[in-house]
């Protein structure tokens, strides 16, 4: 495999880990995607689901060469980084606000 595969998929994963920890830590999300999220920490928590699974997918799949033993761990990796991916995507919607009891209003 040429290295500069490698070295772009280590980017990638860093990068991604990078930003779901910010996102988690700080609730910094970058400003490309600020607007629409409105839930930074579960935003992060997807970034963070999706760059283990990218890593696990890649480095145990197209980086590691033809090996069919390793195939189900990397098809698991790609399974959680769409779960990532989907976390993330509940990240940009309001989450459920508690019922106010009835009478409670004015309190």
Do not use: N
């Not at 500069?4 to 990638?12: D, E, S, T």
């Not at 980084?81 to 990240?91: D, H, R, S, Y």
């Amino acid at each position: 495999m040429p290295w500069y595969f490698v070295v772009g998929a280590v980017l990638i994963a860093t990068a991604q880990v990078g930003l779901g920890t910010a996102a988690v830590t700080r609730r910094w999300i970058p400003p490309w995607v600020r607007p629409r999220v409105v839930r930074p920490k579960l935003w992060g928590r997807g970034g963070l689901t999706g760059a283990v699974g990218w890593s696990l997918f890649m480095f145990l799949g197209p980086l590691r060469g033809p090996d069919a033993g390793m195939m189900p761990y990397a098809l698991g990796g790609m399974a959680l980084f769409v779960a990532g991916l989907m976390v993330q995507m509940t990240g940009r919607h309001p989450g459920r606000r508690p019922a106010v009891p009835p009478g409670t209003e004015g309190c």
